[in-house]
């Protein structure tokens, strides 16, 4: 065996258990940091679904005739920011009301489409172009009611804000704490090895020679936590992955599929290699002195 | 082989190590450092390899100036050096044969070739029935000769020894200095930091003896006898 790779592997296993508390430590904060990842992934996704689905609604009074509603359609129709209008009649909520309740008898009963206002609905482009239209509509006499759900995706913009907020602290944090970790146990080792690393020296090795289990043993740690936590991501996905579809239903975004898994894997890989390597490049700064 | 030109060395805490130190040391030569402790005797073996560097002047080894050589390079000039302690600096963890296989490892020797050259120098310094032994389980005498056998193994030009039998009995001390007389007749240089004015006036070799950082002697057929008289 190549003895740069036995004197890592001799290294992990000396220190067996600083070995088992930096695996138990990245591995936590890799699982974390990629649920975390993933449920600002979700929720950016979610929160662009809604911005594009975000529709104001202006109920006309009774007494307005429907010809008087469908010029205002043709009028906002040619504003350059609107994406669409939709004009649902008396009759038409009153059809669409009857599909929806046609289960329950006691809602349908004596209804008459006259207790239905007849309605725009209208998408922008862009969300920030719906208070404009509140402004201008609500106040007009013809006008019986403009609803707009401007709080429900305020909230959800918020909180989608601070998950993505919260996680980016909770992942510096982890982060931090996760080449420290790596910094300590490599470096323990390297106290360990100190008598040996000035022999090896002094019959003339190399830097990189001395250098390199150090940094293989960081690599090993990263990798090996990125693994273990992306195991217990699957099964976690395995478990949660149809509530979240239940939850996000009609909303295109994460698939929990295969090809979720297997880029999750490589991106850990990728980042627990780094980080080990970071962690084992710091206690080689720090401890080793050549 | 060796050169200081106006060497001098002075450590952080303002101790005067070496003061102005010119000396050549040519190939094949055995020269013992002689002094008193403190004298500087270890300060000059460490500036050959490169262990230390001059406060000012030049320490020349094999052609290459040490003063301007690179990081990089330092490794191949300890390759070119024995360096022997008086404390034998041995890994305790491994055995014998892993001690020595320690040096060929770190120059990326194939384990076939360590297996073949390894108990060559065990056999040579008279340890070959030792070799799965620890250190620990090792005479004083004994583990001074398995770090010879280190210094040895990669065939360096020059051996450094730093007061080599300071920690061994008097009857193994000689089957030590015998170990130094052969490889110096093989053509290795040797220099020697020791105060056994018994070993120094028996074999009559070049004598270097340091004061205060200063080269206060330096005879090519010397001992230990003026230093005794002081």
Redesign the interface.
Known sequence: MN?IIKRALSNIKSGRWFTVASIVVLSFSFFLLTVFVTASFISWEVLNYLESRAQITIFFKDSVEESQILSEKTNLEKDKNIASVTYTSKEKALESYISEHKGDPLLLESLTKDIFPPSLDIRAYDISYLPKIEELYGKRAEVDEVVYYKDALNAFKKFSDIISLAGLALVALLLLSSVTIVLLTVGSSIYVRN??I??????????W?IQAPFLLQGLFYGVVSALISEVFFVIAISFFGNDIRLLTKGISTVNFGFLYAVVSLILQVIFGASLGLAGSWGALRRYLK? | MILFESVSKRYFDGTLALDDVSLEIKPKEFVFLVGSSGAGKTTMLKLVVREELPTSGKVIVDGEDLTKIKSGSIPDLRRKVGYIFQDYKLLYSKTAFENVALSLEVVGKKESEILKIVPEYLEMVGLIDRQKNYPFQLSGGEKQRLAIARALVHEPKIILADEPTGMIDPSATWEIVELFEKVNNWGTTVVMATHDFNIVNMLKKRVVEIDKGKIIRDEPKGGYAKVKKK
């Open positions: 003895p008598d040996e000035g022999v090896m020296r002094l019959v003339g090795a190399s830097n020679y050549i």
